[in-house]
């Protein structure tokens, strides 16, 4: 995207801005939401954790950085799944620590209280561990 290669080149002019990689991958995050298909979807996710990830190497309690991977590897989990099972429960828990890390680095972080609410609200409602879900 045009958005991408303005980010890349602010990237490449200032490599350890953490900005315009966390920018890098809420766009990535956003086009996964916007993906035609689950291959689609899946690569923009992994761009976005990719991009989090390069964030978090240069600081690694970057709230913004720690709230888009969180994002991505939940709404991974809650769309896509994995089908094997402890894959899926790494996932889920990778995510509410990051968001959980995100919250407590900036507490007006929306993104992730919103999803935090979303992992433990309806947690008596389904098992993490088989993935049924059990309607209250």
Do not use: C
């Not at 350890?16 to 996710?45: C, F, H, M, Y």
């Not at 894959?87 to 509410?96: C, S, V």
């Amino acid at each position: 995207t045009n958005a991408d290669s303005l980010l890349a080149m602010a990237e490449a002019a200032d490599p350890d801005w953490v900005e315009p990689k966390v920018l890098r991958g809420q766009t990535a995050n956003r086009l996964s939401r916007l993906a035609e298909n689950r291959r689609e979807a899946l690569g923009w996710i992994d761009s976005a954790i990719t991009h989090a990830d390069r964030a978090l190497a240069i600081d690694a309690v970057e709230a913004r950085a720690l709230e888009l991977r969180g994002v991505a590897r939940y709404y991974h989990w809650s769309r896509y799944r994995p089908s094997n099972r402890d894959e899926a429960n790494r996932l889920f828990e990778a995510a509410r620590e990051d968001l959980e890390g995100a919250v407590q680095a900036d507490n007006t972080l929306a993104s992730a209280h919103n999803v935090l609410s979303l992992i433990f609200v309806p947690s008596s409602a389904v098992n993490v561990k088989s993935g049924a879900f059990f309607p209250t």
